[in-house]
C-alpha cells in the first residue's frame, strides 16, 4: 500500500491511489503504442508532425558545383521518375520548385507541378506496408515510420502543387494535366488504369481507395472536409465515367488481362457505366496521347526536359530494329530542317559527332556521339511536331506500317491530317484511301469524300507512284476489321 507524509508529518494512505499489477500494465501497453509509432532518428511520431521530422529519405543530392553535374543529375532523377520512383518524382518536383538557391535556373512552375502530381497518382505513395489491424486503445494506432514519412510527403506534395495551380492561368493547368496523362500513358496498362482511376469519381483525387487512411491523412482528414482548402490540386483531373472507361478499355487493348477484369468491375460498378461501350470502344480506336514525345522544352537555364520514357516490350524492339527499312535521307531531311546539318545526308555515317551529339542536346539526351534508332526515331518526331510537312508524312507511314514506332492507326491519321493542312498531296492521296477503305475507328468509309480527296491530290502535282502507300493503306485496314 502506498503512503505519504503530510505537511504535519504524519504518513497517510492513498486509498484513492493504488499502484496495482494491472495499472502498470496498461502504463506499458500504452507507452508501447507510442513508441511503436517512433522513427528511430525524429523521436515519437505522436508528438513530432511536421515535415521535417516525418520526411522520408529522398535520392541522394545530385547537384555538383558545375552546370554539367546539375544537368546529369536531373537526367539520372528523371529516369527513375518515369519508371515510377516515387521518391524521385518528389524530389524532381522540389527542384523545379527551386526550393534551394542553387536551383534557381531550373525553376518551372508547370514542371515541378507534373512532378508533384505524378508523386501523388503513385500507389508506392500510400500502399501501406504495415498490414496488421490499425486501430488501437484509444484510437492510438501503431504505424510503421514508412507508411508515416510517406504520408507525410504526400501531404507536403499536395500543398505545394496547390500553391502553383492556384497561381497558373487555365491553359498552364491544361499543359501540366496534359503531360501528366502523356507519362502515364506510356507505361503500358498500369499506366491507363491510373488515368482510369483519375477520372473515376469512386477514387480520390489522384487515384487512391477511398478507404485507404495514408491516402486520407496525407489530402487532410476524411468526411466532408477532405481536400478542404485545395481545391486546385483536387480538382485537376475531372471526374467522368466516360474518360473513366475510355482508359480502362485502353488498358486491355495493351493485352493485360488483369485490365480485363477491373474494366469488367467497372461496367458493374454503376448501372449506367456498361452502357458506354459501344461509344468508348470508336472513341479509343481515335484517341492519341496529347504529345509525340514529351515537350523537350526548357527553361532559361537550357537543360532540356528529356523524354526518359524508353520503349518497351517487344513490339518497341521489333519497330526500332525495322528502322534499317527506312531510306536515311527521310531522317537527314528532318535533320536538316532542325537546322542540325546544312545539307540532307543520305547516310548515318555521313554525319559528324557534333552533329550528332547537337541532335541530342536537342533531345535531351546524354551527348555520346552514336546515332542511335531511337534517336532517328526522335529526329523524325521532332521535325514533324515543329511542323516540316514532308517529316509528318514520314511519321505517318512509319506508324502505318511500323517501322521505328509499333502500329498505331490513329496517330497515322492524325499526322497525315497535319501534312494534308500544310498542303501535302501525298498526304491527301493517302487521306482518300482510308476514306476508300474505311479504316475501322479512325475513319468512315465515305467514297465520294475519297473521289474528292484524290481529284484535289492529283492537281495538286502528285501522280500515283502511290501504289505502294496505297498498297501499305488496304493493309492498315485488313488489320483493323481483324
Known amino acids: 500500500m502506498s503512503v505519504f507524509r503530510g505537511h504535519d508529518g504524519n504518513a497517510r494512505r492513498l486509498a484513492g491511489w493504488p499502484i496495482t499489477a494491472p495499472a502498470t500494465l496498461v502504463l506499458m501497453l500504452v507507452v508501447a503504442l507510442v513508441l511503436s509509432a517512433c522513427s528511430p532518428s525524429s523521436g515519437p511520431a505522436f508528438w513530432r508532425r ?32 518515369f519508371r515510377g520512383d516515387f521518391f524521385s518524382q518528389l524530389e524532381l518536383g522540389d ?42 486503445l484509444f484510437g492510438w494506432r501503431p504505424v510503421s515510420s514508412y507508411d508515416h514519412c510517406r ?11 496547390d500553391a ?38 469512386l477514387y480520390g483525387p489522384f487515384g487512391e ?54 474494366l469488367k468491375d467497372f461496367e458493374r460498378s454503376s448501372p ?21 514525345f514529351y ?18 516490350g517487344d513490339a518497341f524492339d521489333y519497330a526500332l530494329q525495322r528502322m534499317t527499312e527506312l531510306p536515311f535521307v527521310h531522317v537527314g531531311r528532318a535533320l536538316r530542317y532542325l537546322g542540325v546539318t546544312d545539307a540532307a545526308p543520305e547516310r548515318a555515317a555521313d554525319l559528324s559527332q557534333r552533329q550528332v551529339q547537337a541532335l541530342e542536346a536537342m533531345l535531351g539526351h546524354a551527348m555520346e556521339g552514336r546515332l542511335s534508332y531511337l534517336e ?8 514533324a511536331v515543329n511542323g516540316s510537312s514532308e517529316a509528318q508524312l514520314v511519321l505517318a507511314v512509319m506508324y502505318a506500317e511500323g517501322v521505328g514506332v509499333p502500329p498505331d492507326y490513329a496517330r497515322a491519321y492524325s499526322w497525315f491530317v497535319e501534312a494534308d493542312r500544310q498542303g501535302s498531296p501525298e498526304a491527301r492521296f493517302a487521306i482518300s484511301t482510308y476514306f476508300a477503305l474505311g479504316v475501322a475507328g479512325v475513319a468512315d468509309q465515305d467514297k465520294a469524300q475519297a473521289v474528292a480527296f484524290r481529284l484535289d491530290s492529283a492537281l495538286s502535282g502528285f501522280s500515283p507512284s502511290a501504289a505502294r502507300l496505297q498498297a501499305v493503306l488496304a493493309q492498315v485496314s485488313r488489320s483493323q476489321r481483324r
Open 272 to 292: 449506367n457505366r456498361a452502357r458506354y461501350a459501344a461509344f468508348v470502344e470508336a472513341k479509343a480506336r481515335q484517341w492519341v496521347p496529347p504529345f509525340e
Open 95 to 136: 527542384r523545379y520548385a527551386a526550393l534551394r538557391a542553387t536551383d534557381k535556373n531550373i525553376e518551372d512552375p508547370i514542371e515541378s507541378a507534373v512532378w508533384y502530381a505524378m508523386a501523388l497518382t503513385n500507389s508506392e505513395g500510400f500502399a501501406p506496408t504495415n498490414r496488421v489491424q490499425r486501430d488501437g
Open 209 to 262: 481507395p477511398q478507404d485507404n487512411r495514408e491516402a486520407r491523412e496525407a489530402l487532410g482528414g476524411g468526411g466532408a472536409r477532405a481536400g478542404a482548402g485545395r481545391s486546385a490540386a483536387v480538382t485537376l483531373f475531372q471526374r467522368n465515367d466516360v474518360d473513366a472507361y475510355l482508359y480502362n478499355y485502353l488498358a486491355v487493348q495493351t493485352g493485360d488481362v488483369g485490365a480485363y477484369v477491373l
Open 151 to 161: 504520408a507525410s510527403e504526400r501531404k507536403t506534395a499536395y500543398r505545394r502543387l
Open 50 to 81: 511536421d515535415a521535417a521530422n516525418t520526411a522520408c529519405p529522398r535520392p541522394a543530392a545530385l547537384t555538383g558545383g558545375e552546370f554539367n553535374d546539375q544537368e546529369a543529375g536531373l537526367r539520372r532523377l528523371r529516369r527513375a521518375a
Open 376 to 383: 532517328m526515331v526522335r529526329a523524325v518526331q521532332l521535325a
Open 295 to 312: 515537350p523537350n522544352t526548357a527553361p532559361q537555364s537550357g537543360v532540356p526536359f528529356s523524354d526518359e520514357s524508353r520503349p518497351r
Open 164 to 201: 502553383h495551380l492556384s497561381r497558373m492561368t487555365l491553359a498552364e493547368q491544361e499543359a501540366v494535366r496534359d503531360r501528366v496523362i502523356y507519362v502515364l500513358s506510356t507505361q503500358d496498362a498500369e499506366g491507363y488504369r491510373t488515368l482510369a482511376r483519375l477520372h473515376d469519381a
